[in-house]
Structure formats: C-alpha cells, structure tokens
C-alpha cells in the first residue's frame, strides 16, 4: 500500500496561537505532518520556539523561503500582514490556515479568486465563537438576520477611540452596557480587537454590510462572551461562547487557539465532521 507523504507545515507567527500550534503538530500530528518551519517578524521569537519544540531542529526561515519548504502556512501574525501572507501563499500554490481574519475582510473575493486560480485553498478556523457550522448551513436556505452580541470586561475597551469620540466614560459603567450597535463593517473599524470574530461570522454568513453587531461593556463580567443568534427559513440558532483567555495572551480566548488545532486536524484527516 502507497504511504502518503506528510504534510510539510510552515508557521507565520510565533506568538500565542503559533506557538500553540507548533508544539500540537510535534507532539500529536508527527503522523501525519511535520513542521516544516517558522518565521516572526522578531526572528528571536521563532528562534526560541524552535529550541522549545524539541531536539528535531525546527528551521527559521524568511517568508519567501518558508512558503517554499511548505505545503500549508498557518497565519497567526497581526491583520495588518495577514493579506499579504496569504497573498504570497496562495499564489505560489499553497495553502493556507488564517487566524487574522479582520485583515482579509475587505479583499476577500480577491484573495478567493488567487486561490482558486492556483488550485491553493484557504482555510478559516471558527476561532473564538461557536455557531459558524448552522450558520453556513442555514445560509444555503436564506438568512432574514445575524447578529453578534459580544459583552467583555469594561477594562477591555480601555483605550479604545471611539468611545471618547462618543463620549463614553468606561469609569462610569456600573452595569451592563450597549456601547456600540451597528454593522460588522462598522464595528471592525471602531473595535479592531473584535474584528476577527465579527470578520468569521460576515464571510460565513451574510456578509459584514448585513450582519448586526452589538457590544456591551460589563461591569461584572469575567469572561469574554459571544452570543450569535441568527434567524433563517430553517428557525433560529442562538449560540452563546463564555471564553477564558489564552493564558500567554490575555487578548487572544483559549478556544480560538483550540479551533486552529481543530481546523489542522480536519485538514489532515480523511474524514470531515460537521458543515
Ligand atoms: N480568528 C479568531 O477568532 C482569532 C482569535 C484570537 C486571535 N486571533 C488573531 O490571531 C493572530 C495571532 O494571535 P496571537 O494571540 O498568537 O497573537 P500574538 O501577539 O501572541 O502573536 C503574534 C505574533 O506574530 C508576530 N508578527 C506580527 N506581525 C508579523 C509579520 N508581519 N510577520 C511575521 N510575524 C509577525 C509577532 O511578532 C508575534 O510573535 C492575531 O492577529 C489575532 O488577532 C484570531
């Protein structure tokens, strides 16, 4: 019987997700994909996690010569690089895994179009919501509403520019409160740190000019929490995540980590569960 060559795995940022990912395909992918390599924009960062993932010698190398050693990139970098890495992968052929999903948003037909061309595929994990399997099968009926109610810590959108432009004092929240309603679209730009969650749920469902945003600041709340309800010809999903942080980044929930592992895995496996 012909044994199927592995999977070479090349990985685009070693912060939290990356490294995350990087230590999973070592320790229980070895089967059936190897790690072909890494690359950060802080090489010392790539570095230390090639010495962390064991004594196999993991290789560091710069973008070009990685996709090149790769058959699939696992982005987990910043949505201001992720198009272009996808861009550069999927053009040479190979496919690709993105976690900043904001930062293809806009360009998402163009990047599909590449791909296709080059017989490339792109995968997008759920990343830190649940939901995203009936949404797409909901989607082949047709859609009347989606919507995203995500309520955070109110220490969470410290910092952010539209609440002082809207005169939004986060000191003064005591309970739950609505400090944005909207569009995905409008939403990814005046919250960037919610723009991959909003981004997954507009390109699997209706698109981010249609799909509903709100967000609430929470005095009480210890979780991040994503609530996607969605109103169809088929009824009504209501699908509601309580995240816990990822503990090397409190910016980055621990499923979102766990779904990239789960997207690797699908992509390795013969058999696909679930829409
Ligand atoms: N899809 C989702 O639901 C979801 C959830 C959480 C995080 N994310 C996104 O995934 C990405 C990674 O998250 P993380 O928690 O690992 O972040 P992190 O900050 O821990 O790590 C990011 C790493 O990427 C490196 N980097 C930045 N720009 C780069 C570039 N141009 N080329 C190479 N390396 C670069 C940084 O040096 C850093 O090491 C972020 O964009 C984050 O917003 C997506």
Same mark, same amino acid.
């Given at each position: 019987?012909?044994?199927?060559?592995?999977?070479?795995?090349?990985?685009? &940022?070693?912060?939290?997700?990356?490294?995350?990912?990087?230590?999973?395909?070592?320790?229980?992918?070895?089967?059936?994909?190897?790690?072909?390599?890494?690359? /950060?924009? /802080?090489?010392?960062?790539?570095?230390?996690?090639?010495? #962390?993932?064991?004594?196999?010698?993991?290789?560091?190398?710069?973008?070009?010569?990685?996709?090149?050693?790769?058959?699939?990139?696992?982005?987990?970098?910043?949505?201001?690089?992720?198009?272009?890495?996808?861009?550069?992968?999927?053009?040479?052929?190979?496919?690709?895994?993105?976690?900043?999903?904001? &930062?293809?948003?806009?360009?998402?037909?163009?990047?599909?179009?590449?791909?296709?061309?080059?017989?490339?595929?792109?995968?997008?994990?759920?990343?830190?919501?649940?939901?995203?399997?009936?949404?797409?099968?909901?989607?082949?009926?047709?859609?009347?509403?989606?919507?995203?109610?995500?309520?955070?810590?109110?220490?969470?959108?410290?910092?952010?520019?539209?609440?002082?432009?809207?005169?939004?004092?986060?000191?003064?929240?005591?309970?739950?409160?609505?400090?944005?309603?909207? #569009?995905?679209?409008?939403?990814?730009?005046?919250?960037?740190?919610?723009?991959?969650?909003?981004?997954?749920?507009?390109?699997?469902?209706?698109?981010?000019?249609?799909?509903?945003?709100?967000?609430?600041?929470?005095?009480?709340?210890?979780?991040?929490?994503?609530?996607?309800?969605?109103?169809? /010809?088929?009824?009504?999903?209501?699908?509601?995540?309580?995240?816990?942080?990822?503990?090397?980044?409190?910016?980055?929930?621990?499923?979102?980590?766990?779904?990239?592992?789960?997207?690797?895995?699908?992509?390795? /496996?013969?058999?696909?569960?679930?829409?």
């Amino acid at each position: 019987m012909a044994t199927k060559k592995k999977m070479k795995i090349g990985i685009v &940022g070693c912060g939290a997700i990356g490294s995350s990912l990087a230590k999973r395909i070592v320790s229980d992918f070895g089967a059936q994909a190897e790690l072909a390599g890494l690359n /950060d924009a /802080d090489m010392d960062k790539a570095y230390a996690l090639a010495e #962390s993932c064991g004594s196999s010698g993991i290789p560091v190398f710069n973008l070009k010569d990685l996709i090149k050693k790769s058959d699939l990139i696992i982005e987990a970098t910043h949505m201001s690089a992720s198009f272009d890495i996808a861009k550069k992968t999927v053009t040479a052929g190979k496919h690709i895994i993105i976690m900043s999903v904001g &930062g293809i948003l806009q360009r998402y037909r163009q990047l599909r179009r590449m791909a296709r061309e080059k017989g490339a595929r792109i995968f997008i994990p759920s990343g830190a919501i649940a939901g995203i399997d009936g949404l797409k099968a909901a989607s082949c009926g047709k859609i009347k509403r989606v919507t995203l109610v995500t309520t955070k810590p109110k220490k969470a959108f410290a910092a952010v520019e539209h609440l002082t432009k809207k005169n939004i004092h986060l000191d003064k929240i005591r309970s739950d409160t609505v400090i944005f309603e909207g #569009s995905a679209s409008s939403a990814v730009k005046a919250f960037p740190q919610n723009v991959n969650v909003s981004a997954v749920l507009s390109l699997a469902g209706i698109g981010p000019q249609e799909t509903r945003v709100r967000i609430i600041a929470s005095a009480k709340a210890a979780r991040n929490i994503h609530q996607v309800e969605i109103e169809s /010809d088929s009824g009504r999903i209501v699908c509601r995540t309580e995240n816990l942080v990822h503990p090397d980044n409190p910016k980055t929930s621990y499923l979102a980590v766990l779904s990239a592992v789960a997207m690797l895995k699908q992509v390795l /496996d013969p058999v696909k569960i679930g829409t």
